[in-house]
């Protein structure tokens, strides 16, 4: 049937599409027009690509925007096409101040956008006084979006001290760590003690910052904070009793939140953590059910039974500022390819779609979406603190390795025939690479820490899977160096003794587990367990499940491409820790300088 009103035998041709079409073509002369092709995309000749590298909670939404981007825009007649990489904010300052090896370091970026200026900063200091060569021009990058460090807490805890009427900050929260009878001063016992969830500074943006909050805390300033408010007795007396109450530290505040929701779903939130600091943002994604910000995992998850809120603390916080840093080794084609993206990503549709997802715009206003429902307060914070200088802020870290909380750590490094295996392109084995960037990561621990190391295989003295190389004892130089030397001289046969050895492990730091330390195992094995006979999976995961008592917490690394990460996960999650994958063992230097950032 015809529903045009025209008989089909006598339609007329319409004019109309002449006119456009020469208009079109006067247009194009005059150089007014880019044709678009039928899916949209600009009509390019030839394709400019950028790498950017950014903190882990943003490359989703930067993702997001790159493409957004590149449907719509061509630079000097070339389509842009941007891959957005995770990238934690230390590890790349860390990674270019080397000179970026692709082999270890992944993908080199054209752009690089960590979490805070204040890791371009560090760049910079760290750089000085030695032939290394940075590629980070001088001047302060521009933000991208902001969001506010606070103190996220489960809601009820946080309404039982006050939130949101009262004005709360550290110097409370230092009180109620100090307090012995804990939330029960403030009626409710079954809360047991004040945890703290805090990342590692050396590492991660917010754990940065709250370091740097405290200080200026105790200081009782919102001005420069100096070398001797660093070094001031009373100042560290209270950084160092905040740190007591860690539950652990960590290399993103993923590793909490993730843990937080596992914890939410079996209704037991309150006894896992009393608070965490995050930046703003990362409190609107948990909220939505999706810890990570991705926004293609929006909507995957429930929303959290017990909801956190933002405390911005009295005394003053800190702005993430997510900046966009353009690497100087980028040639001038990708260069102004680069500025042309940061152009847009100021532009009012990116803006709005970092705004939906609980981020303040990049001059610092907030969207609709910061607002008490959210659990967030559109008029926090009253105050803006200034990040130190370098030189005070290298200070404070080198001071924070002497007040965090201790570590007691037992080390489990797989020694089964598989790590014979050899590594393309590098010379050398699976276990080469294990074995020294093992010994590389004791670095990181300091005299107040305690490591002991065991390898395993299957029935390496009689039925038992384990043999211990290094007792647990203080890393002091000579037990660094016994460690050091039992790591070079570890070789490799015979099969996987798991869970056997898992749980050994376990038993053998809850058995002399310390109160005021982090008291975990780490595990590396690059395979699946080998063991017939032994502990099966469900009994382990029954044993890993006991809470009674102060916890131990179990970090596993799947090394290669073998490694069972399901199984791997299962027994890290059921303790509360983490599983990392270090699939690629080139990056197993990386993996484990994060594993023992949680220490």
């Not at 940061?342 to 532009?347: Q, V």
């Not at 053998?508 to 999976?537: C, F, H, M, Q, Y």
């Amino acid at each position: 049937m015809n529903y045009s009103g025209v008989p089909r035998g006598r339609r007329r041709t319409p004019l109309w599409p002449f006119f456009v079409t020469a208009v079109l073509v006067a247009l194009v002369a005059a150089g007014f027009v880019v044709f678009l092709s039928g899916s949209g995309k600009p009509d390019c000749k030839g394709t400019v690509r950028l790498r950017m590298a950014a903190s882990q909670d943003t490359v989703g939404l930067l993702q997001r925007a790159a493409d957004d981007y590149g449907r719509k825009h061509a630079v000097a007649g070339k389509c842009v096409a941007v891959t957005v990489d995770s990238k934690n904010s230390g590890t790349a300052m860390n990674a270019l101040l080397r000179g970026w090896d692709e082999t270890t370091d992944g993908p080199r970026p054209d752009i690089w956008s960590p979490a805070s200026n204040v890791w371009v900063t560090l760049l910079r200091q760290r750089a000085q006084g030695t032939d290394k060569s940075i590629p980070v021009a001088q001047g302060t990058p521009q933000p991208i979006m902001t969001s506010p460090l606070t103190i996220a807490m489960p809601q009820p805890m946080a309404q039982a001290i006050g939130w949101p009427a009262k004005a709360i900050g550290w110097e409370d929260l230092a009180k109620l760590a100090q307090d012995p009878k804990g939330w029960a001063s403030y009626g409710h016992p079954e809360w047991g003690r004040f945890k703290l969830g805090k990342t590692n500074p050396n590492l991660s943006t917010s754990g940065l910052n709250a370091t740097v909050g405290a200080y200026f805390a105790s200081a009782g300033t919102t001005a420069d904070l100096t070398e001797d408010d660093v070094l001031s007795a009373k100042n560290q007396t209270f950084v160092r009793n905040l740190e007591r109450a860690i539950v652990h530290y960590g290399d993103t505040t993923l590793t909490f939140l993730s843990a937080l929701q596992r914890a939410d779903d079996k209704g037991r939130a309150l006894s896992y953590i009393s608070a965490v600091t995050v930046e703003e943002d990362s409190v609107w994604a948990y909220n939505q059910g999706d810890p990570t910000g991705d926004p293609g995992l929006m909507g995957k998850h429930p929303k959290p039974r017990t909801p956190l809120v933002s405390i911005y603390p009295k005394e003053g916080t800190i702005y993430s500022d997510h900046p966009y840093v353009a690497l100087n080794w980028m040639d001038p084609e990708k260069q102004k390819a680069s500025d042309d993206f940061l152009t847009y990503l100021h532009g009012a549709e990116a803006q709005s779609g970092f705004q939906k997802f609980g981020y303040r715009g990049w001059q610092g206003k907030p969207g609709s979406e910061i607002n008490q429902s959210n659990g967030l307060l559109a008029d926090g914070p009253k105050t803006t603190l200034n990040l130190p200088s370098a030189a005070v802020l290298s200070k404070l870290l080198d001071a924070w390795g002497e007040l965090r909380k201790p570590a007691k750590v037992l080390l489990v490094v797989d020694r089964s025939g598989s790590m014979k295996e050899g590594v393309p392109g590098t010379g050398k084995t699976k276990l080469d690479l294990a074995r020294s960037a093992a010994a590389d990561s004791l670095g990181e621990f300091r005299g107040q820490d305690k490591v002991g190391l065991w390898m395993f295989s299957s029935r390496l003295s009689g039925e038992q899977d384990w043999q211990q190389l290094q007792p647990i004892a203080p890393v002091d130089p000579g037990h660094r160096g016994a460690l050091k030397q039992s790591l070079a001289a570890l070789g490799a046969g015979g099969g996987t003794g798991l869970y056997n050895t898992t749980a050994a492990a376990y038993d053998a730091i809850k058995a002399g587990r310390e109160e005021n330390s982090i008291n975990a195992v780490v595990v590396l094995t690059d395979g699946k367990n080998e063991r017939p006979g032994g502990l099966d999976l469900p009994a382990l995961i029954s044993k890993l499940s006991d809470r009674q008592g102060e916890p131990v917490r179990v970090f596993t690394i799947a090394y290669g491409q073998d490694a069972d990460q399901n199984v791997l996960r299962q027994i890290a999650e059921t303790t509360d820790g983490a599983e990392y994958d270090s699939s690629n063992p080139n990056g197993i230097r990386e993996v484990l300088t994060e594993v023992v950032s949680n220490f």
